[in-house]
């Protein structure tokens, strides 16, 4: 508008200059002749102000003329606005849902100020999934580093601690150092962050509150600052509140947060296990800060047991990656796959209107002939696919809330912050975009196939029924394979049976069983009442249950007596179990026995190995009776069995190795945390009522969590169930709307050649031979479609590999279900058409001329 | 029809017949009506460009920068072949409505 509107300024200029000019050959000196035109004027501001309205005005009106237009044509052809607004919507919904769940994950900023300059710094070994520190070699690195403007640690999970304010509540601490908050970039939302001096070894006690804990426990009362509570049995002052929404960095759950307190010398010459974060200098890259860590990284090398070293590597990453990268081929994948499915809609729409241009010829025609320019017309058409695209968008935003409501129930862990996805702003903007591309898309078919009088329309047209035909072959594709990798994943062995099994999971408050001989008492009175409950079936305690271990040491510690060190490295899990457990899992023991009960008073008792530990370590070698040193304290156990394999490190990778020792009444072997396993045939609710009194009888502050095994195992498929089920879902929408895309353009045919095919009937043409001719054309667009289908599934579902459970993206089980599926729609498709085309009765259509 | 429409009606109308003698600038529309009409009609600059730049909206005259006699530079106007057919028809138009009113005020 700018050099428009300088155009126009520049002409009230030269007017006033020529009146001036006027002015002055009538004799009146220069500058009185300026003021005179000035004045004879008025104003040229209101002036400009009109012309501008002009433009502005007519612009406004013709916008409003045709929104108007398109409004009355589509309740004219309600079928039509119908279809179009439901294709739409499915569209339009299914991409805007995606998008809200995803956005959080990939797009939105993370919740600290300049969060991209914020990384995750440590080791990457075998022990664990993600990077990890110890406290000797982060306070090198910490002391040594030239690549961040601070670096800041945490201990690596929650503990369950304690809050006594209006009885008991089990809460998550968790440690951290005291510039924490600071190097995040935030500040808390009341009250300060820790000091240095609160963070150093036997200062008093503070903590920081999380907003939800202070909003529930304190009634959101500002007077919490200074208020001394009891945490774990200790005096500690509240020093402040976390902000609102504040998200750990790792994720975690937290409500308590506390000051490290490390013993400075024993944590330099300790492993205490952290999780370590920094925010980058201004200016350094990620690479660079690799490049400046290097050298501190390998110093620190030292910390690590030798036998590891090798295993060992340095990672930065950035926060962002940290957070999201188990998810973030899936959430890409759902995007990609709902951005097909609008893809698509957008591409039935416009053959729904390239349907309606053709009908309204005509009115297109005589508009033209009364002098609309080009422009207008285009511009009429592109105000109704924009009134549609909005109507659709409207209704679409509708959808997704339904969507995303399902999502949630349907796989209420599938995404990571999944229950925190909901339709904002920013989900709003993004289906307000995607509905206007969407109408641009759409829309540019009418007008493309006008100028263009020449190309056949029906070829157009037939290319977007082929295209369509092709996003659905690549769909169904996609969702057979989520469904069979999934199917497979339900249906594998887990080593062990979940069936009947109930789990009964609780740790102790460290504090009430200080000395450790309280806590093994308290054990054998919990076991002896639990082994009691009737009808409670086999009974057994561990410290951790399947399908993940809680514990891993480093195979390279592993000795058998007598022989050189083993080849090899990675970790092996173990568990401390009663004799009973691999009966109530259902394990099956495959060579030598079981524990035995005397046995748990021993002073060295045996162990039991899985399969793969036993073939790794003594290959076809009889392990039974063999010493083995496990943890390189020079203490021998002696073999007595292997049990089977069972899945241990998740339910999508095979079972790692593992040994299994006996649970000891000994106090110095047991922890805090502990599982109690039924196999029962009681039902679960009158199995957890006895389970939770006979807890309360022993300690009635002990919150006791109760689950099946089956529920424990099923929340691991809750992210493949929600892929394949998403993806299934968008597959029937494509195939709904590739189906009735494919119809419609062979009705259009078949009324368009109705003469033809009377005419051909009249020289002797059969019913047949005209059903036939109309299939053929219906099987030859079917047939590209699934070809370019075909050769797109074939590359696409590569990408997504990862997101497969035991089958190959080129599964041909798979491919050959989606082009079966869509044969069977797109014959039902074709098959009206053409029905109808071989109905036709010559005579009637003869006689129309 | 608009409410002013025959006003508004007749400056398109007076504009159109000026610029029918040959391209003009805003300026030199109003001199050219004012002399032509001995004075009887002013355009008032406030009106003349809006309505020129609505003529030129609608295609019935077209703008473009020249150099004046007086080598000042003007936006010149000239009747498009849609304008031309415009004031045709508005000059018929006109005549009849000033026929009518005549007789209105004469025999009223």
Redesign the interface.
């Known amino acids: 508008m700018s050099r428009q509107e300088e155009d126009w300024r520049d002409e009230i200029e030269s007017h006033l200059a020529m009146r001036a000019d006027a002015n002055a050959a009538e004799g009146l000196d220069p500058n009185e002749a300026a003021d005179l035109a000035r004045r004879q004027f008025g104003s040229p501001l209101r002036t400009l102000e009109d012309v501008r309205s002009v433009h502005v005005g007519r612009w406004l009106d013709h916008l409003g003329r045709d929104a108007r237009m398109a409004l009355r044509g589509f309740r004219r052809s309600p079928g039509f606005a119908a279809v179009a607004l439901a294709t739409l919507a499915i569209g339009i919904g299914a991409s805007t849902a995606v998008f809200s769940a995803i956005d959080p994950l990939l797009f939105r900023p993370l919740p600290y100020p300049r969060g991209d300059r914020l990384v995750s710094v440590g080791f990457s070994g075998p022990i664990d999934n993600n990077e990890f520190q110890v406290s000797n070699a982060y306070m090198e690195w910490r002391d040594r580093q030239a690549a961040f403007q601070s670096m800041t640690s945490m201990t690596a999970g929650a503990h369950p601690c304690d809050l006594e304010v209006g009885g008991a509540q089990r809460l998550n601490c968790y440690n951290v150092e005291a510039n924490f908050l600071s190097t995040l970039g935030l500040r808390p939302a009341l009250g300060r962050e820790f000091t240095r001096e609160e963070d150093r070894h036997g200062a008093p006690k503070t903590a920081l509150i999380s907003y939800p804990v202070w909003q529930s426990v304190f009634h959101g009362d500002p007077g919490v600052l200074n208020q001394v509570v009891t945490l774990e049995e200790e005096r500690v002052r509240i020093i402040g509140v976390l902000p609102a929404g504040f998200l750990m960095p790792q994720l975690g759950e937290l409500d308590v947060m506390l000051p490290e307190q490390w013993d400075e010398r024993a944590a330099r010459n300790g492993t205490i296990f952290l999780r370590s974060f920094a925010r980058l200098q201004d200016g350094v890259s990620i690479e660079q800060a690799i490049e400046r860590m290097k050298p501190i990284f390998q110093d620190s090398l030292h910390t690590v047991p030798p036998e590891l070293r090798s295993e060992v590597k340095l990672v930065i990453r950035s926060l962002r990656e940290r957070q999201i990268h188990e998810v973030k081929l899936a959430s890409w994948m759902l995007l990609g796959a709902s951005m097909a499915l609008l893809l698509l809609a957008c591409a039935n729409v416009a053959n729904l209107l390239l349907a309606r241009a053709a009908a309204r010829h005509k009115e297109l025609f005589i508009r033209a002939a009364i002098g609309a320019g080009r422009g207008r017309l285009a511009a009429q058409m592109l105000t109704e696919s924009a009134v549609l695209g909005l109507a659709g968008g409207a209704a679409g935003c509708g959808l997704a809330y339904a969507l995303l409501r399902a999502f949630v129930a349907l796989a209420p862990g599938g995404l990571i912050r999944l229950e925190h996805a909901h339709i904002d702003l920013r989900v709003l903007g993004f289906a307000l975009a995607v509905s206007l591309i969407g109408a641009m898309l759409f829309g540019l078919g009418p007008a493309f196939q006008r100028r263009r009088a020449t190309t056949s329309p029906m070829f157009f047209r037939t290319a977007l029924v082929a295209s369509q035909i092709a996003i659905a072959v690549l769909l169904l594709t996609g969702a057979s394979l989520f469904a069979r990798s999934l199917q497979r994943l339900e249906t594998q062995p887990l080593g062990f049976q979940p069936e009947r099994v109930v789990t009964a999971s609780f740790t102790l408050r460290r504090q009430r069983y200080r000395p450790q001989a309280a806590q093994a008492a308290f054990y054998r009175e919990i076991e002896a009442r639990l082994r009691a409950i009737p009808g409670g079936g086999l009974f057994a305690m561990s410290d951790s249950i399947p399908p993940r271990g809680s514990h891993g040491r480093p195979f390279s510690n592993m000795r058998i007596a007598g022989r050189p060190a083993l080849p090899g490295g990675g970790m092996v899990a173990f568990r401390y179990v009663t004799p009973s457990y691999f009966q109530a899992l259902g394990i099956p023991i495959v060579a030598g026995r079981n524990f035995e009960e005397s046995e748990r008073g021993a002073a060295y008792p045996p162990v039991i190995l899985s399969a793969t530990l036993a073939r790794r370590m003594f290959g076809d070698e009889n392990p039974i009776g063999q010493q083995i040193e496990l943890e390189a304290d020079g203490r021998y156990s002696q073999v007595v069995g292997v049990v089977a394999d069972a899945k241990n490190a998740g339910i999508d990778v095979p079972p790692g190795p593992e040994y299994y020792r006996l649970r000891l009444n000994d106090a110095t072997q047991l922890g805090p945390g502990a599982v109690a396993l039924f196999r029962t045939s009681l039902d679960t609710e009158t199995l957890s009522r006895w389970i939770r009194r006979e807890f309360a009888e022993v300690d009635g502050s002990l919150p006791v969590a109760i689950q099946t095994m089956e529920k424990r195992v099923d929340a691991w498929r809750d992210r493949p169930r929600f892929v394949a089920w998403l993806v299934g879902l968008f597959a029937v929408f494509g195939l709904v709307l590739a189906t009735v895309g494919l119809y419609g353009v062979m009705s259009f045919l078949v009324a368009q050649r109705t003469r033809e095919i009377g005419v051909r009937m009249a020289i002797g043409a059969t019913p047949r031979d005209i059903a036939v001719l109309i299939q053929k054309r219906g099987l030859v667009w079917t047939g590209a479609g699934v070809g370019v289908g075909v050769i797109a599934a074939v590359f696409f579902t590569r990408l997504v590999r990862g997101l497969l459970f035991e089958i190959s993206p080129q599964d041909p089980v798979s491919m050959a279900t989606s082009i079966v599926v869509l044969a069977i729609a797109a014959g039902a498709a074709a098959w009206v058409p053409s029905y109808r085309a071989s109905r036709v009765d010559p005579a009637v259509t003869l006689r129309c001329e | 029809m608009r409410r002013g429409d025959h006003l508004q009606g007749a400056l398109e109308l007076v504009i159109l017949k000026t610029l029918a003698a040959g391209p003009n ?4 529309i109003t ?1 050219h009506i004012q002399t032509v009409s001995t004075g009887l009609l002013r355009v ?3 009106s003349l ?2 309505a020129l ?2 003529l030129e ?1 609608e295609k019935l005259v077209k703008g473009e920068w020249r150099i ?1 006699d ?1 080598a ?4 010149f106007y000239s009747l498009t072949a849609a304008g031309r057919r415009r004031l045709a028809d508005a000059e018929s138009k006109w005549a009849a409505v000033a026929r009518g009113v005549q007789k209105v005020l004469r025999f009223a």
Do not use: C, I, L, S
Not at chain 2, 25 to 28: A, K, M, Q, S
Not at chain 2, 72 to 75: I, T, V
């Open positions: 600038h805003g300026f030199g001199t008032e600059e406030g460009y809006p730049h609505r909206a004046t007086n000042r530079k003007a936006r």
